[in-house]
């Protein structure tokens, strides 16, 4: 059903209110048929799109909202989200940055709800990877991740005016001789080795490069 503006081909053109067969009902504008310009799509699942289409597609500025509570407010482009935009999830965590393929992708904040904490920092298909800081309550790390866990090189900053250095570790599985392979082991967690204490330092890439010959 469609009730609305029309263009002289009878294409829906214009504003206009559609329900569609599914039981979705889509309310706003339209360019010779398809969804374009600005609008509001209501799914018969609970979740609800506001914003910006172009041919049928959400393009632009435009706001998710989950059946689940979880909500996306944002950038996108061909029906992704992609560009800059915030995620709140159902568990109340929120992310904020960039996205590409609907996926967290480039430099973004991550911020968790039941501590406090968050991660600022650098992302690559949704995963955390890259140079990043992890912010807690009294003490942040300063380092790189790869796939969502630390590795490499980088120190713990206390409040109380000290830091550690090190380097997170990634462990080598023992394996036995008399194990079968069916069960896929879990990869062990980086372990941190400590390697000096000092005072609070102010610490950039180029130090690396100061330190050589």
Known sequence: EYEGDRNSEGQRHGFGKARLPNGDTYEGEYEYGLRSG?????????ALYTGYYLQNEKHGKGVFFYPDGSKYAGDWVHDQKQGYGEYLYANG???????ANNKRHGQGTYVYKDTGSKYVGCWVNGIQDGPAELIHLNH?????????????????IFDIG?????EYIQ?????????EEEEPQLPLEP????????????WSPHDEELLGP
Not at 171 to 179: C, H, I, R, T
Not at 191 to 202: A, D, F, G, L, N
């Open 38 to 46: 600005r609008g509001t799509y209501r799914f018969k699942n609970g």
């Open 93 to 99: 965590d929120t992310y904020t940055g960039e996205w």
């Open 140 to 156: 942040r790390f300063k380092g790189r991740f790869l796939n969502g866990k630390p590795l490499g090189h980088g120190k713990f």
């Open 162 to 166: 000290c830091e550690q250095h090190g």
């Open 171 to 179: 462990p080598v599985q023992e394996k036995d001789e008399e194990e």
């Open 191 to 202: 372990i941190w080795k400590v390697s000096e204490i000092t005072k609070i330092t102010p």
